[in-house]
Structures are given as structure tokens and as C-alpha cells.
């Protein structure tokens, strides 16, 4: 007697999609955001604001447009990136409209309050997230785009040469009343850019290069795209006088150089680069001197003759002490117009203390970790490359930013992702994170079953 059975000895586990988790986490996101700005109005007025309806309403529509879109659209995407930046933007927004509560920034010149037009600001950098998980279906696409990204940053990094310079930088375009800083998608162009090309050239790169002093060097004819990385950071720094996005621009490559050939002497290479530059340009062109100067003596009689933000920034921290005065009990508004931009951190600093910097540091890691975390999940290595650049390109500004305010580095004029005033930035942030969001879905979403064996289709089991 034989019987014919089929057999099955693997079945198909399917990744549990963590949307119920990204859920619960943007509510709790959302619920420290409005407790916060609550927080804020008890401590200077004695009394619920007024606004608190509208600004709880408004985020809660934000984070909810999102999740409904990632549930609909990218089911297995990473659940925390979305928390994660809704928790900063909220964060940023009740400290905007604490500074726009202050006498003292009431009393300069055009004043107007920043808290309306970051909340549509940021409805707006949500509509573009939505946007990009809706038009961009699968990441790899972004790959036939290599050069043409690459056209698209050249562009939006020299457009700015072309208008006003303001507070002593060429950094945005003005028009229509409306000004633009170009730079902060210029690195979303580069990071596609980069990623396309690396992906390309990484074997001539790690494997064609000789041995000097237990450095890998590379050859002749492969150090053509990094001097011309290199030239173009410092023409950026010379004609613009934008410390910041020439850092971010040269940092961003080099890390992506050192992921895609995994050669140190690739960064040993690039940091003496780097420094030359900055050096030369140091010594000749006055913005740049002014803001080393600040950097190495900010108390000096010279430089708060020029500028005392940087002081007034550093006072700010050591106010606050561990756990700061409080929402809405400092002065950081001391620093001035910057206070809502540059400055926030120092705001962050003084009313909650070494205690909440350091929460809101972990949390800009944690959205660097998972798009680290993204990388090392994904299937192609042009979204492996991706998504180090754009977590990399998150990581640099984060860092120079933070690192000018606290006196570690000269400043910038960058802004906090996500935090500080500024339409462009946080547009462009939330069109990162989108990006993101696809290649985490991809990375995670199960693979597809194999193809069936003709060989394997029946299995018989002869019993006697």
C-alpha cells in the first residue's frame, strides 16, 4: 500500500509589522509635546495658553497624517523614526512659542511671533513626507538619478552667490518675501549622489591603491572626485562663508567613502583635507577668522565687541546646572534673534538643564541608530549606501551645530533638525526621514518564497 502526502517543513514567518508599537509611541510623543507647552504657560502666565487646543489639535493631525500613510504605505518601515521626529518637532514648537513670549524679543525690530509659521512649516514638511512615501515606491529608483541629483545640488549650492548676503553669509535665497536655504536639500541631492557613484567605484577604490607608512593611498587617477569634493567645499566656504554646509558637505563624503571601501586611510586622508582648507581659508577671509576668534576666546573684549552669543550662549548651559530652571523661567532670550534658531539648544540648556540636553542628544542618536540599524537590514548596497549617507548627513549637522552652541567647535549658523526655527530645515528633514521610512519598509518587509522546484513538488512516503 503506498500513500502519496505533501509535506511541508518550513512554513513562511511573516515580520510582525510594529505598527500598533509606532502608534503608541506617537501618542506618547504627542503627549509630552502638549504637556510641555502647557508646562510653558503655567510658568509664565499662572494659566493654561490659550493656543493649547490649537497647537495639540494641529500635532496630533500632523502625527496621525503620517502614521495613516506609513500603515498604508510602507507596513514594515522602522516603528520608531516616525515617534522619534514628531517627538522633536513638537519639542521645538513649545519652545518657539516660549521665546515668543519674551518682553525682550517682543521689543526688536520686526517682530513677529515664529510659533505660526513653524507649525505650518512643519505641515508642510509632512505633506512632503507623505509625498515621498507615496510617489517613491521602491528607493532604488533614486539610482538613475546619480548625476542628475548631482546637477540638482550644484545648483541649489551656488544659487545663494547670487543674493544679498545675510548675517554676514550667502546662505538662502530670497523671494517673494520668502527666503530659502538650499543647502539643507543640497544634502539629500548629494547623499543620492554619492550613494550612486560609491556604488559604482567602490572596488577600484578599496582595492587599486599602494601601501605609505601603513596607509592604504589611493591611486592617481582615483583622487579626481575627492579634490573635486574638496574644491568645491572650500569655493562654498570662500564665496559663501557657510562653515557649516562646507563641513557637512566634506564630512558627509568621507563617511560614505569609508562605509563603501572601508579603507581608514580614506578618513586620515580626508580630515588633513579638511583641515588644510579650513586653515587656508581661516587666514584670509574675515567672517570665517571672526567666528575662530569667537570660538577660541568668547569672553574677550574683542569679540563681544562683535558678537556675545557665544558668551551668552555658554552662560546660558552653566545656568541651568543638571536640571535646569524650568520651562519658561530662563533667559536665554538674552541671546537675541538667534535665540530661536542657531541658539535653541542653549534654550534647551538653561530651563531643562544638563538633564533634557541630554535626553534631546539621545534622541537625535536614536534616529541616527536606526537609520544606521537600516543600513546593516538592507538587501541592495545602493540603499546600504543611502541610508549611511542620510543618517551620516543627520548625525554631521547635529553635531556642528551642537558643537558651536556648546563651545566645541567654531559656529556655524546651522539649525537643530527638527527644533529650531526654520522653514527649510524642517521641510527638508521630514523629506529625509521619508526616505528613510522606504528603505527601512523594504529592508524589512520578508522576502519573497522561493520558486518552486519541478523536483520538489511532490514528496512520497511508501509505507509497507
Known sequence: MSVVTNTTTIGAIEAPSRRNTELMLLVFAVAISVFGYANVGLAINGSLPSGILGYGTGLTLLAAVGHIVVRKFAPYADPLLLP???LLN??????????????????????????????????????????????????????RYTYISMVVAMLLLVAPMFFPAKFGARIWINIAGFSIQPGEFAK??????????LMVKRDALAL?????????????????????IWLM???????????????????????????????????????????????????FEPHVQQRVDAWLAPFSKATLAQSDQVAKSLMSFGAGGTMGTGLGQGHSDLIGFAANSDFILATVGEELGLAGTMAILVIYG????????????????????????????????????????????PLTGMTMPFMAQGGSSVIANWALIGILIRISDTARRPAPSPAPSPDAEMTQVVRP
Not at 103 to 113: R, T
Not at 250 to 279: N, P
Not at 380 to 388: H, Q, S, T
Open 208 to 228: 587599486a591603491s599602494r601601501r605609505f607608512m601603513g596607509l592604504y593611498l589611493p591611486r592617481g587617477r582615483d583622487l579626481g572626485p575627492i579634490l573635486v
Open 188 to 197: 539629500i541631492a548629494i547623499a543620492v549622489f554619492f550613494s550612486g557613484y
Open 233 to 283: 567645499s572650500i569655493l562654498i566656504l570662500v564665496f559663501e562663508t557657510d562653515l557649516g554646509t562646507s563641513l557637512l558637505f566634506f564630512g558627509l563624503f568621507v563617511v560614505m567613502l569609508y562605509v563603501a571601501t572601508e579603507r581608514t586611510s580614506w578618513i586620515v586622508f580626508g580630515l588633513i583635507m579638511s583641515a588644510a582648507g579650513a586653515v587656508g581659508v581661516a587666514t
Open 366 to 409: 536614536l534616529i541616527v541608530e536606526r537609520g544606521v540599524r537600516t543600513a546593516l537590514a538592507a538587501r541592495d548596497p545602493f540603499g546600504k549606501l543611502l541610508a549611511i549617507g542620510l543618517s551620516g548627513a543627520f548625525a554631521i549637522q547635529v553635531f556642528v551645530v551642537a558643537g558651536g552652541v556648546m563651545g566645541l567647535i
Open 84 to 86: 522619534l521626529a514628531t
Open 90 to 143: 513638537g519639542i521645538g514648537l513649545a519652545i518657539i512659542w516660549r521665546l515668543d513670549q519674551s518682553p525682550l524679543l517682543q521689543q526688536a525690530d520686526h517682530y513677529a511671533p515664529a510659533a505660526p509659521n513653524q507649525l505650518m512649516y512643519s505641515a508642510v514638511g509632512v505633506a512632503l513626507f507623505v509625498g515621498v512615501l507615496l510617489l517613491l515606491k521602491d528607493h532604488r529608483i533614486l539610482q
